[in-house]
C-alpha cells in the first residue's frame, strides 16, 4: 500500500487549469499538517503550498499566490492543488508531502502548447 | 528568496567519509533548527535521511550524520557504499515572506 498517491498530472496549455489530488492511507490524515512541492530539472525543488491540521491554515509560494488553492477533506483522506492560469514554468513534477517527511511519487505537470 | 547552496557534486571511494554543506543565512539555516535532508535516486522521490539538523529517522543507516554551524549545515556520509550513490538535497524552514520551507540547490554523491 503506497501512503502518498498522487493523481491528476497531464499535459495542459498556457492559462488552463488543472486538479492534482493525492489519497493517502497508512497513517492518521487530519493529525498531519501537509505540503504540496514541486520539482523541476532546472529549478530543483520548490516548495509550492502548505495546510495545517485542519484546513485553517494556508500558505502559498509568492510563485503561485492567487492561482493555485490548496485544500483537504480529512474524512476522506484526501488532498487537493487547484491550479489555474498555468505557465510554462509550471511545468514540474508536483509532489504530496506529509509535513516535510514523506512524499509520494509525484505526478508531472506538463504545460505547453 | 534564493535556494540553499550545496556543492554540485562530491565524490568518494568505498568506505571513506564525505561531507556535503549547505548554507543559507539566518533567516532559515541559522535561524531555525529546522533544517531536513533528503536521499533522491533517479525517477524516484526524495527520501527523508535527517531532520531537524540532527536526528535520524527510524530506519535510516547510522553512516548518515549531521550538524550545523552559523548558517551551514553538513551531512556526513560514512563508509561509503555503492548504495550511496544518489542526489542529496537540504531544507531548511524560513521567515521568507514569500516562501514556507528553502530547498537546497541539491548534491550528486559519486561512489
Known amino acids: 500500500e503506497v501512503p502518498l498517491l498522487e493523481s491528476g498530472g497531464g499535459l495542459v496549455q498556457p492559462g488552463g487549469s488543472l486538479r492534482l489530488s493525492c489519497s493517502t492511507s497508512g497513517f492518521t490524515f487530519g493529525h498531519y499538517e501537509m505540503n504540496w512541492i514541486r520539482q523541476t530539472p532546472g529549478k530543483g525543488l520548490e516548495w509550492v503550498a502548505y495546510?495545517?491540521?485542519?484546513?485553517?491554515?494556508?500558505y502559498y509560494a509568492d510563485f503561485v499566490k492567487g492561482r493555485f488553492t490548496i485544500s483537504r477533506d480529512n474524512a476522506k483522506n484526501s488532498l487537493f492543488l487547484q491550479m489555474t492560469s498555468l505557465r510554462v514554468e509550471d511545468t514540474a513534477v508536483y509532489y504530496c508531502?506529509?509535513?516535510?517527511?514523506?512524499w509520494g511519487r509525484g505526478t508531472l505537470v506538463t504545460v505547453s502548447s | 528568496q534564493s535556494a540553499l547552496t550545496q556543492p554540485a557534486s562530491v565524490s568518494g571511494s568505498l568506505g571513506q567519509s564525505i561531507t556535503i554543506s549547505c548554507t543559507g543565512s539566518t533567516r532559515d539555516v541559522g535561524g531555525y533548527n529546522y533544517v531536513s535532508w533528503y536521499q533522491q535516486y533517479p525517477g524516484e522521490a526524495p527520501k527523508l535521511i535527517i531532520y531537524?539538523?540532527?536526528d535520524r529517522p527510524s530506519g535510516v543507516s547510522n553512516r548518515f550524520s549531521a550538524s550545523k554551524s552559523d548558517n551551514t549545515a553538513s551531512l556526513t556520509i560514512s563508509g561509503l557504499q555503492a548504495e550511496d550513490e544518489a542526489d542529496y538535497f537540504c531544507?531548511?524552514?524560513?521567515?521568507?515572506?514569500?516562501?514556507?520551507?528553502?530547498f537546497g540547490t541539491g548534491t550528486t554523491v559519486t561512489v
Open positions: 531537524d539538523v540532527t
Open positions: 531544507n531548511s524552514y524560513t521567515n521568507s515572506s514569500t516562501l514556507l520551507y528553502v
Open positions: 508531502v506529509k509535513e516535510v517527511e514523506l
Open positions: 495546510i495545517s491540521r485542519s484546513g485553517q491554515t494556508i
